[in-house]
């Protein structure tokens, strides 16, 4: 019973629309639990690029489609139309309907596309994990290439966000036959985060993880020099591990808006959008782990090949869950939407 009022309440909060961030509702989606008890909603993005064999796919498995989510006009990575219900600010896009409906509670796990950050971006700006992976529906996927506003030729990949890691690496596995196990893992990361990331891995005595440091250039706006330093190193560790803050919290983080002088060139580098911006450019699998702090969280990229992918995956899980009991009361409190003031008081028992 409880699992089905909770549906109940995801397809209420779904159909009130309180930011704006679904384009539609399936409410029939409920019934659903007359044949699978552990189902888990999906919303996704209004996006040509995602496919009916992928929901399919993940339907199989007990993900059922729930809405269809908003998004930014011509995949921008500031969305116009919708605010960042924690900041107020424009929303991060272009899957910016998608992590919003995440975010709300509305949904279990969101699909959407990214090119350019838009499905890691929009994911951490809300709190949310994030994963991207040109593997997902890759021979589907190549017919969408494209190029970015600043002119680079890229193929968008297919991505889940979701407020559980457990749910995204479910959904990878579903689509890229990931297999877990214990193996040596060599991570590269920044020296400032070398003695943190060690600290975090060293509670699981089962898998070696080994903690290098290299040197990350200090990047502005320019894609290029980051494309350049994923490219070097790469191939030349398991998983890399950056760390991207306060994601479109003190500037907007968008090329249109930054290309136009050197004034609008700074406030679109105070966005704290840097290698999530590429890691699909370069053909990368990525992960965002959000971080207590706001809109800011580890970012874990590798070579997308399956045996990466599942040492990613591993190390990803000995990062701590991000809790706030402020943000969960606040936000995904159901209730909190359905009150209706002096009212209600005298319809409560009203026979």
């Not at 990931?178 to 975090?200: A, D, H, Q, W």
């Not at 994923?230 to 030349?236: A, F, G, I």
């Not at 959000?290 to 580890?298: Q, R």
């Amino acid at each position: 019973m409880n699992q089905i009022i909770r549906h109940a309440q995801q397809t209420f909060l779904a159909m009130k629309d309180p930011y704006h961030s679904v384009e539609k509702v399936y409410p029939q989606t409920i019934h659903a639990v007359e044949k699978c008890k552990d189902i888990h909603y999906v919303g996704i993005k209004n996006a040509v690029q995602i496919p009916l064999s992928l929901i399919k796919r993940l339907k199989n498995y007990g993900y059922e489609l729930h809405t269809i989510d908003r998004c930014s006009i011509n995949g921008r990575a500031i969305d116009m139309q919708l605010r960042n219900p924690i900041t107020g600010n424009r929303m991060t896009g272009s899957s910016s309907g998608t992590a919003i409906n995440v975010f709300l509670g509305i949904n279990d796990l969101g699909i959407g596309t990214d090119g350019g950050g838009s499905v890691l971006a929009p994911a951490m700006s809300v709190q949310c994990y994030g994963f991207i992976s040109p593997l997902i529906e890759h021979e589907h996927m190549k017919q969408y290439e494209k190029y970015s506003t600043d002119g680079l030729c890229f193929t968008p990949s297919l991505g889940f966000i979701s407020r559980e890691l457990g749910l995204i690496k479910e959904a990878a596995a579903i689509c890229l036959d990931l297999r877990s196990g214990e193996k040596t893992v060599n991570v590269f990361c920044p020296e400032s985060l070398k003695e943190n990331i060690k600290l975090l891995t060293q509670r699981n005595r089962k898998v070696e993880i080994n903690v290098d440091s290299i040197r990350f250039p200090e990047f502005d706006n320019r894609r290029s020099p980051m494309i350049d330093f994923l490219r070097q190193n790469l191939p030349d560790c398991d998983v890399l591990v950056s760390y991207e803050k306060k994601i479109d919290v003190n500037g907007l983080g968008d090329s249109i808006f930054g290309h136009f002088d050197h004034e609008t060139q700074a406030v679109q580098l105070k966005s704290g959008k840097f290698l999530i911006r590429v890691a699909n450019m370069v053909g990368a699998t990525a992960l965002c782990i959000p971080d207590t702090a706001l809109a800011s969280g580890y970012v874990l990229m590798c070579e997308t090949k399956v045996e990466k992918i599942e040492k990613m995956f591993q190390v990803a899980e000995e990062f701590p869950k991000s809790e706030d009991e402020l943000i969960e009361r606040y936000f995904r409190n159901a209730d909190a939407y359905f009150t209706y003031g002096a009212l209600e008081e005298g319809l409560i028992g009203y026979k």
